[in-house]
T-cell receptor, first 115, second 112 residues
């Protein structure tokens, strides 16, 4: 069954703690993305990676870090420097940019709550 | 700077009616315009997409209309059903695996 998996589905964090959100895909996609979703704000890009061992900051990268050691995996760490981390986090992937194949496929999301 | 502006923020439509959601963009380098549908607690799923070389694309009850000169595109849902109740996002990107830029979403409620 091909797709994108995110874990955990729900995550609770105490203030001052770092937490890591998992994202795995078996679609053989080169590019992967992390978005943050807040009510009424749409989806905002945190980080993206177009190839293994390379990634770029998105619009709201402060307080977050990522790694891309494997094509299939793109974990996101929410650090204690992120002042308002409570949100719904979405991972996505897409295949190389050929005309007609830019579709991004999303995982089911992780809801992070800071206690 | 919001590159894709979406309206309305929320929409209530009678069952069987037409739902219309509008988006406007600023960057003329955008080359790909998808619409995503999201149900509560789930990830967004691609609904329909268009490129600027066509003015309209239809898939079942869903139609995208695209106006390149006005830099606007819209989603029309014909014969709206309660199962269409969801949040809809328009987005845009440039060719070549560039990240999508999303509108802020429209919450659609279809009532019987």
């Amino acid at each position: 069954d091909g797709g994108i998996t995110q874990s955990p589905k729900y995550l609770f964090r105490k203030e001052g703690q770092n937490v890591t959100l998992s994202c795995e895909q078996n679609l053989n996609h080169d590019a992967m993305y992390w978005y943050r979703q807040d009510p009424g704000q749409g989806l905002r890009l945190i980080y993206y990676s177009q190839i293994v061992n390379d990634f770029q900051k998105g619009d709201i990268a402060e307080g977050y870090s990522v790694s891309r050691e494997k094509k299939e995996s793109f974990p996101l760490t929410v650090t204690s420097a992120q002042k308002n981390p409570t949100a719904f986090y979405l991972c996505a992937s897409s295949i190389p940019g050929q005309r007609g194949t830019d579709t991004q496929y999303f995982g089911p999301g992780t809801r992070l709550t800071v206690l | 700077q919001q590159q894709v502006k979406q309206s309305p923020q929320s929409l209530i439509v009678q069952k069987g009616g037409i739902s219309i959601i509008n988006c406007a963009y600023e960057n003329t380098a955008f080359d790909y315009f998808p619409w995503y549908q999201q149900f509560p607690g789930k990830g967004p799923a691609l609904l329909i997409a268009i490129r600027p070389d066509v003015s309209e694309k239809k898939e079942g009850r869903f139609t995208i209309s695209f106006n390149k000169s006005a830099k606007q595109f819209s989603l029309h849902i014909m014969d709206s059903q309660p199962g269409d109740s969801a949040t809809y996002f328009c987005a845009a990107s440039m060719i070549g695996n560039t990240p999508l830029v999303f509108g802020k979403g429209t919450r659609l409620s279809v009532i019987a």
